[in-house]
Protein backbone atom coordinates (compact mmCIF):
# COMPACT_ATOMS: atom_id res chain seq x y z
CA UNK A 1 0.00 0.00 0.00
CA UNK A 2 3.36 2.10 0.04
CA UNK A 3 2.65 3.30 -3.71
CA UNK A 4 -0.93 4.23 -3.01
CA UNK A 5 -2.23 7.54 -4.68
CA UNK A 6 -5.62 8.39 -2.82
CA UNK A 7 -7.04 5.91 -0.42
CA UNK A 8 -11.23 6.28 0.83
CA UNK A 9 -12.21 5.60 4.22
CA UNK A 10 -16.28 5.77 5.06
CA UNK A 11 -16.73 5.07 8.98
CA UNK A 12 -19.49 3.80 11.19
CA UNK A 13 -22.78 5.71 11.44
CA UNK A 14 -25.96 3.69 12.17
CA UNK A 15 -28.47 3.46 9.76
CA UNK A 16 -28.69 6.94 9.31
CA UNK A 17 -25.18 7.41 9.05
CA UNK A 18 -24.88 5.23 5.94
CA UNK A 19 -27.88 7.64 4.53
CA UNK A 20 -26.18 10.54 4.87
CA UNK A 21 -22.58 9.08 3.40
CA UNK A 22 -24.36 8.09 0.17
CA UNK A 23 -25.60 11.38 0.32
CA UNK A 24 -22.31 12.72 0.44
CA UNK A 25 -20.76 11.15 -1.80
CA UNK A 26 -23.79 11.31 -4.27
CA UNK A 27 -23.50 14.84 -4.09
CA UNK A 28 -19.58 15.34 -4.40
CA UNK A 29 -20.05 13.19 -7.23
CA UNK A 30 -22.26 15.87 -9.08
CA UNK A 31 -20.00 18.15 -8.38
CA UNK A 32 -17.37 16.00 -10.10
CA UNK A 33 -15.45 14.55 -6.96
CA UNK A 34 -16.25 11.08 -7.64
CA UNK A 35 -14.74 8.81 -4.36
CA UNK A 36 -15.18 5.97 -6.65
CA UNK A 37 -11.73 7.02 -8.29
CA UNK A 38 -9.66 6.20 -5.08
CA UNK A 39 -7.22 3.55 -5.40
CA UNK A 40 -8.27 1.92 -2.14
CA UNK A 41 -11.38 1.84 -0.29
CA UNK A 42 -11.70 0.69 3.53
CA UNK A 43 -15.53 0.66 4.38
CA UNK A 44 -16.26 0.17 8.17
CA UNK A 45 -20.28 -0.75 8.82
CA UNK A 46 -21.99 1.89 7.83
CA UNK A 47 -19.02 2.82 5.01
CA UNK A 48 -18.95 -1.22 4.27
CA UNK A 49 -22.45 -0.17 2.74
CA UNK A 50 -21.81 2.56 0.85
CA UNK A 51 -18.12 1.44 0.37
CA UNK A 52 -19.46 -1.84 -1.67
CA UNK A 53 -21.70 0.27 -3.78
CA UNK A 54 -18.68 2.91 -4.62
CA UNK A 55 -16.28 -0.09 -5.22
CA UNK A 56 -18.74 -1.95 -7.37
CA UNK A 57 -19.11 0.75 -10.17
CA UNK A 58 -22.64 1.70 -8.68
CA UNK A 59 -24.21 5.45 -8.49
CA UNK A 60 -24.32 6.35 -4.70
CA UNK A 61 -27.65 7.73 -5.78
CA UNK A 62 -29.20 4.69 -5.63
CA UNK A 63 -29.20 4.27 -2.18
CA UNK A 64 -31.73 8.10 -2.18
CA UNK A 65 -34.29 6.12 -0.82
CA UNK A 66 -34.07 2.42 0.99
CA UNK A 67 -34.16 -0.49 -0.46
CA UNK A 68 -35.31 -3.48 0.48
CA UNK A 69 -35.77 -7.42 -1.28
CA UNK A 70 -38.23 -9.45 -1.08
CA UNK A 71 -37.21 -11.39 1.89
CA UNK A 72 -36.61 -8.60 3.80
CA UNK A 73 -38.76 -5.24 5.04
CA UNK A 74 -37.33 -1.75 4.76
CA UNK A 75 -38.02 -1.75 8.80
CA UNK A 76 -34.65 -1.81 10.69
CA UNK A 77 -35.10 -3.72 14.33
CA UNK A 78 -35.50 -1.75 17.32
CA UNK A 79 -32.31 -1.95 19.18
CA UNK A 80 -32.31 -3.73 22.52
CA UNK A 81 -31.37 -1.21 25.39
CA UNK A 82 -30.07 -3.94 27.86
CA UNK A 83 -27.94 -5.29 25.22
CA UNK A 84 -26.71 -2.07 23.79
CA UNK A 85 -25.97 -0.95 27.27
CA UNK A 86 -24.21 -3.69 28.53
CA UNK A 87 -22.01 -3.53 25.23
CA UNK A 88 -21.16 0.45 25.87
CA UNK A 89 -20.25 -0.44 29.40
CA UNK A 90 -17.25 -2.61 28.76
CA UNK A 91 -16.48 -0.20 25.74
CA UNK A 92 -16.18 2.80 28.18
CA UNK A 93 -14.37 0.91 30.97
CA UNK A 94 -10.86 2.53 30.92
CA UNK A 95 -9.52 -0.59 32.94
CA UNK A 96 -9.96 -2.71 29.98
CA UNK A 97 -7.45 -3.32 27.35
CA UNK A 98 -8.88 -3.23 23.80
CA UNK A 99 -8.68 -6.61 23.27
CA UNK A 100 -10.42 -7.81 26.48
CA UNK A 101 -13.09 -5.16 25.74
CA UNK A 102 -13.76 -6.85 22.26
CA UNK A 103 -13.89 -10.59 23.64
CA UNK A 104 -16.21 -8.96 26.64
CA UNK A 105 -18.53 -7.38 24.10
CA UNK A 106 -18.23 -10.92 22.05
CA UNK A 107 -19.54 -13.18 24.76
CA UNK A 108 -22.72 -10.38 25.08
CA UNK A 109 -23.62 -10.89 21.22
CA UNK A 110 -23.29 -14.21 21.17
CA UNK A 111 -25.41 -14.65 23.42
CA UNK A 112 -28.15 -12.60 20.81
CA UNK A 113 -27.37 -15.35 18.21
CA UNK A 114 -30.59 -15.67 16.19
CA UNK A 115 -30.81 -16.86 12.12
CA UNK A 116 -33.99 -15.29 11.58
CA UNK A 117 -32.76 -12.05 12.19
CA UNK A 118 -29.27 -13.24 10.70
CA UNK A 119 -30.76 -14.03 7.71
CA UNK A 120 -33.00 -10.46 7.68
CA UNK A 121 -29.61 -8.78 8.17
CA UNK A 122 -27.91 -10.49 5.35
CA UNK A 123 -31.01 -9.66 2.66
CA UNK A 124 -31.41 -6.49 3.49
CA UNK A 125 -27.82 -5.83 3.22
CA UNK A 126 -28.27 -7.36 -0.15
CA UNK A 127 -30.63 -5.13 -1.21
CA UNK A 128 -28.91 -2.41 -0.17
CA UNK A 129 -25.37 -2.83 -1.72
CA UNK A 130 -26.87 -4.54 -5.05
CA UNK A 131 -23.73 -6.15 -5.99
CA UNK A 132 -23.16 -9.99 -5.59
CA UNK A 133 -19.14 -10.15 -6.02
CA UNK A 134 -15.89 -8.44 -4.60
CA UNK A 135 -14.98 -5.62 -7.01
CA UNK A 136 -11.66 -5.51 -8.73
CA UNK A 137 -10.88 -1.83 -7.12
CA UNK A 138 -9.25 -2.72 -4.10
CA UNK A 139 -12.17 -2.94 -0.92
CA UNK A 140 -11.74 -3.24 2.59
CA UNK A 141 -13.93 -4.34 5.11
CA UNK A 142 -13.10 -5.35 9.05
CA UNK A 143 -14.63 -7.63 11.62
CA UNK A 144 -14.09 -8.79 14.77
CA UNK A 145 -14.55 -12.38 15.79
CA UNK A 146 -17.31 -12.92 18.43
CA UNK A 147 -15.49 -15.90 20.08
CA UNK A 148 -11.93 -14.78 20.52
CA UNK A 149 -12.61 -11.12 19.90
CA UNK A 150 -9.48 -11.23 17.66
CA UNK A 151 -10.03 -8.25 14.67
CA UNK A 152 -9.86 -9.20 10.74
CA UNK A 153 -10.03 -7.78 7.68
CA UNK A 154 -11.40 -8.67 4.57
CA UNK A 155 -11.03 -8.34 0.86
CA UNK A 156 -11.92 -9.95 -2.28
CA UNK A 157 -8.48 -12.96 -1.37
CA UNK A 158 -10.65 -13.94 1.92
CA UNK A 159 -12.78 -16.23 0.16
CA UNK A 160 -15.80 -14.43 2.29
CA UNK A 161 -19.03 -13.50 0.12
CA UNK A 162 -19.12 -9.87 0.24
CA UNK A 163 -22.41 -9.52 1.01
CA UNK A 164 -21.87 -11.12 4.37
CA UNK A 165 -18.87 -9.44 4.75
CA UNK A 166 -21.03 -6.22 4.80
CA UNK A 167 -23.55 -7.90 7.39
CA UNK A 168 -20.51 -9.19 9.47
CA UNK A 169 -18.99 -5.38 9.70
CA UNK A 170 -22.21 -3.90 10.63
CA UNK A 171 -23.77 -6.19 13.23
CA UNK A 172 -23.52 -4.00 15.99
CA UNK A 173 -24.62 -6.13 19.51
CA UNK A 174 -27.95 -5.01 20.43
CA UNK A 175 -29.20 -3.57 16.94
CA UNK A 176 -27.98 -6.53 14.85
CA UNK A 177 -27.40 -10.42 15.54
CA UNK A 178 -23.69 -11.57 14.53
CA UNK A 179 -23.29 -13.45 11.22
CA UNK A 180 -21.97 -16.50 10.61
CA UNK A 181 -19.05 -16.47 8.17
CA UNK A 182 -17.32 -19.84 7.62
CA UNK A 183 -18.65 -21.71 10.94
CA UNK A 184 -17.94 -18.82 13.07
CA UNK A 185 -19.70 -15.11 14.06
CA UNK A 186 -18.32 -12.04 13.77
CA UNK A 187 -19.21 -8.02 14.83
CA UNK A 188 -19.57 -4.80 14.10
CA UNK A 189 -15.88 -4.02 12.06
CA UNK A 190 -16.10 -0.56 14.41
CA UNK A 191 -15.16 -2.69 17.40
CA UNK A 192 -11.61 -3.26 15.58
CA UNK A 193 -10.67 0.45 15.57
CA UNK A 194 -13.71 2.75 14.57
CA UNK A 195 -12.84 4.39 11.38
CA UNK A 196 -10.20 1.86 10.67
CA UNK A 197 -8.23 4.87 9.27
CA UNK A 198 -4.96 2.92 9.65
CA UNK A 199 -5.83 1.00 7.18
CA UNK A 200 -5.12 3.07 4.12
CA UNK A 201 -1.64 2.81 4.80
CA UNK A 202 0.40 5.27 2.97
CA UNK A 203 -1.52 6.59 0.60
CA UNK A 204 -0.34 10.15 -0.37
CA UNK A 205 -4.07 11.55 0.20
CA UNK A 206 -6.58 10.09 2.78
CA UNK A 207 -10.10 11.28 2.75
CA UNK A 208 -12.30 10.07 5.69
CA UNK A 209 -15.76 10.41 5.77
CA UNK A 210 -17.23 9.64 9.14
CA UNK A 211 -20.84 10.40 10.57
CA UNK A 212 -19.91 9.85 14.14
CA UNK A 213 -17.16 12.17 14.06
CA UNK A 214 -18.97 14.73 16.84
CA UNK A 215 -19.71 11.53 19.01
CA UNK A 216 -16.28 9.80 18.97
CA UNK A 217 -13.54 11.58 17.71
CA UNK A 218 -10.96 9.01 15.99
CA UNK A 219 -7.31 9.58 15.69
CA UNK A 220 -6.08 10.48 11.68
CA UNK A 221 -3.16 11.37 9.98
CA UNK A 222 -2.61 15.13 9.88
CA UNK A 223 -2.49 15.25 5.77
CA UNK A 224 -6.30 13.36 6.07
CA UNK A 225 -9.06 15.10 4.81
CA UNK A 226 -11.74 14.67 7.14
CA UNK A 227 -15.79 15.26 5.84
CA UNK A 228 -18.01 15.13 9.05
CA UNK A 229 -22.14 15.85 9.60
CA UNK A 230 -22.72 19.69 9.83
CA UNK A 231 -24.71 20.62 12.75
CA UNK A 232 -27.77 19.89 10.63
CA UNK A 233 -26.70 16.55 9.88
CA UNK A 234 -26.10 15.90 13.44
CA UNK A 235 -29.28 17.00 14.81
CA UNK A 236 -30.47 14.20 12.35
CA UNK A 237 -28.40 11.26 12.67
CA UNK A 238 -28.75 12.00 16.56
CA UNK A 239 -32.20 11.03 16.53
CA UNK A 240 -31.54 7.58 15.28
CA UNK A 241 -34.99 7.56 13.74
CA UNK A 242 -36.15 4.32 11.90
CA UNK A 243 -38.44 5.40 8.67
CA UNK A 244 -38.02 6.36 5.65
CA UNK A 245 -38.79 10.41 6.03
CA UNK A 246 -35.71 10.06 7.89
CA UNK A 247 -33.73 8.38 5.66
CA UNK A 248 -34.11 10.30 2.69
CA UNK A 249 -33.84 13.35 5.07
CA UNK A 250 -30.15 12.26 6.27
CA UNK A 251 -29.36 11.58 2.72
CA UNK A 252 -30.52 14.80 1.86
CA UNK A 253 -28.47 16.61 4.80
CA UNK A 254 -25.26 14.59 3.04
CA UNK A 255 -25.88 16.37 -0.53
CA UNK A 256 -26.46 19.42 1.03
CA UNK A 257 -22.83 19.42 2.27
CA UNK A 258 -21.48 18.24 -1.28
CA UNK A 259 -20.46 21.63 -2.44
CA UNK A 260 -18.38 22.77 0.24
CA UNK A 261 -16.46 19.64 0.72
CA UNK A 262 -16.37 19.09 -2.95
CA UNK A 263 -14.34 22.89 -2.89
CA UNK A 264 -11.84 21.13 -0.01
CA UNK A 265 -11.15 18.28 -1.91
CA UNK A 266 -11.03 19.29 -5.75
CA UNK A 267 -7.64 19.78 -5.69
CA UNK A 268 -6.60 16.21 -4.36
CA UNK A 269 -8.89 14.45 -5.68
CA UNK A 270 -8.72 15.21 -9.63
CA UNK A 271 -9.59 12.63 -11.92
CA UNK A 272 -6.75 10.26 -13.12
CA UNK A 273 -6.98 12.05 -16.38
CA UNK A 274 -6.29 15.41 -14.88
CA UNK A 275 -3.16 14.45 -13.18
CA UNK A 276 0.07 15.44 -14.34
Known amino acids: MH ?41 TSAGAIVGAVIATGQDPARLATVRRSANASSAPRLPDPAVTGAVFAVLGDPG ?32 LIAADNWPRRPLLIPAVDAESGAPIVWDATAGVPL ?23 YLDGALRAGTNTDLAGDA ?40 P ?10 RDQAGAASEELRAHWRPVSARG
Open 3 to 43: DLDRALVLGPGGRLGTAWTAGLAAGLRSFGVDLGDADLIVG
Open 96 to 127: LERAEARRRVGRIALETVDEEAENHLIAQRAA
Open 163 to 185: VRAVAASSAFPGIEPPVAVDGRR
Open 204 to 243: RTVVVVDPLAHRHPQPTPDSAHILAPGPAAVRLLDTEQGD
Open 245 to 254: AAWKAAYQAG
